[in-house]
């Protein structure tokens, strides 16, 4: 049986393989190194050297030629013995032995065992793959030949300070006009009534618009709505809820909440509209609609100020400058 085979598997992945009563093959770590000498990168690698003092029988190599070849403990040891006699009685004779892949070992002229590792074979697993390559370097290059004066271009362009100053004097009022102009008139200021996107609004809106705007020069009917499933108590206040003509206003502007086909859904509005403090009216229009009207201002700067504080609770909120 070749025991060397298995000394060679075992040195992958160990640094320490004892032969029992010959020697042990240790694995001495090397990094990566230059020779500049001969510009040749060699990888990390495990270097091979032997110890004849470490004789002893640790187990390692008997246990695994027991545990691939299916022999007993005892057979294996028999094994590694006779292969290490073997080994002696050829030195002994001044013969060469030579491991494969491993070294190679010889009696001096003293008697005692000399070793001789195997260069070409590397142990080190994380350098698999990776061999050794000469970078020769480049023979008569100079980096000064790239830094070449560019004589033949024609220079930069300069830009005088006269051109810039005198761009700078045109635009700089134009810019000046472009903002001021719009902040000193009335070109952003909207002149449409104000409507919303809310689509729980939008829908009634758009039903009763063209009546609304037919009707515009009408006063709106005077109705008394008295809310459905009213109890009647004690306090006078608990009265019945007059719908009242909003007076016709040339310059008024009116911020409303809703507009309902259903008269109960106007009342609830008008519920909310006073519990936040305010004095709602409902007018009805021509076409049937309840129009919930929150509060009348008499400019639209006031409309619109008034408008964004309700439309926090009441959102759909719009402006109308006739109801």
């Not at 992958?12 to 001969?38: E, L, M, Q, W």
Request: hydrophobic fraction near 35%.
């Amino acid at each position: 049986m070749d025991v060397s085979a298995f000394i060679r598997e075992l040195l992958f992945g160990h640094d320490c393989v004892i032969v029992p009563g010959f020697g042990g093959f240790i694995g001495n770590y090397t990094p990566a190194r230059i020779d500049k000498s001969t510009s040749t990168f060699y990888p990390p690698l495990k270097q091979i050297s032997f110890n004849r003092n470490l004789n002893h029988n640790d187990g390692l190599l008997i246990g695994r030629i027991s545990s691939s070849s299916g022999l007993n403990y005892g057979d294996a040891r028999n094994i590694v013995e006779e292969f290490v006699s073997g080994v002696r009685r050829k030195l002994e004779k001044g013969e060469k032995v030579v491991f494969d892949n491993i070294g190679s070992f010889i009696n001096n002229h003293e008697g005692n065992i000399q070793f001789e590792p195997d260069r070409d074979v590397n142990y080190y697993l994380d350098s698999y793959g990776l061999e050794s390559f000469q970078c020769v370097p480049l023979v008569g290059y100079d980096v000064r030949k790239r830094i070449i004066k560019q004589k033949d271009k024609d220079p930069v362009a300069q830009v005088s300070l006269r051109k810039i100053l005198w761009r700078a004097a045109v635009i700089v009022p134009l810019l000046s006009l472009l903002v001021i102009v719009p902040l000193k008139t009335d070109l952003f200021k909207s002149k449409v009534e104000t409507t919303t996107l809310n689509p729980l609004v939008t829908a009634e809106f758009e039903n009763n618009k063209k009546a609304v705007d037919e009707g515009a020069n009408e006063l709106p009917k005077t109705e008394e709505i008295t809310p459905a499933n009213t109890e009647p108590t004690s306090d006078k206040s608990a009265g019945p809820i007059i719908v009242s003509a909003v007076v016709k206003e040339t310059n008024g502007y009116f911020v409303i909440t809703g507009s309902f086909k259903s008269r109960e859904n106007a009342l609830s509005q008008v519920d909310k509209l006073k519990e936040e403090g305010f004095s709602p009216e409902i007018v009805s229009t021509d076409n049937g609609f309840y129009r919930v009207c929150a509060i009348m201002c008499s400019d639209l700067h006031t409309a619109l100020t008034k408008k964004d504080s309700i439309t926090n609770k009441f959102p759909g909120s719009w402006i109308s400058r006739k109801i």
